[in-house]
């Protein structure tokens, strides 16, 4: 086997043509299975609202994006700024009725997921910084 087809995707584009190491790529790889499992339950749920399922294709999108980074987190790495406004915004809009105790479990699991994403990507475009 060609040692350099490991890094060459389709039509011999360039994959993750710098090592950043398995904790990363699995981290992101983490980010795009949750966001396109939260956002095809939000768009196939049958009682959704038109609004909840217009909110599941956006989360599904942004499963997307981290697909991209997760192949290629370097090249990709300023998407994460959009997951950050995003998850962010999810964790600060809801975050005031977990605090409040109004929320169910699965709102308070959403939460918390997504601010460990936020952590992990601020953390990762941080580290990251001087580099690019």
Do not use: Q
């Not at 983490?30 to 599941?56: C, H, Q």
């Not at 999810?90 to 005031?96: D, I, K, R, S, Y």
């Amino acid at each position: 086997m060609n040692e350099g087809a490991l890094n060459e995707g389709r039509l011999g584009a360039p994959v993750g043509s710098e090592e950043i190491g398995s904790f990363w790529r699995i981290f992101f790889w983490a980010a795009a299975l949750f966001n396109i499992g939260v956002g095809l339950a939000g768009m196939l749920v049958p009682t959704a609202s038109l609004d909840g399922r217009m909110m599941g294709v956006l989360v599904f999108a942004f499963g997307i994006i981290y697909v991209l980074v997760a192949r290629d987190p370097l090249r990709y790495r300023s998407a994460l700024w959009a997951g950050i406004v995003s998850k962010g915004g999810v964790v600060a809009l809801l975050g005031a009725d977990v605090l409040a105790r109004r929320a169910d479990a699965a709102t308070v699991t959403i939460i918390a997921i997504d601010a460990i994403f936020v952590i992990g990507f601020l953390a990762f475009l941080l580290m990251r910084d001087d580099e690019g």
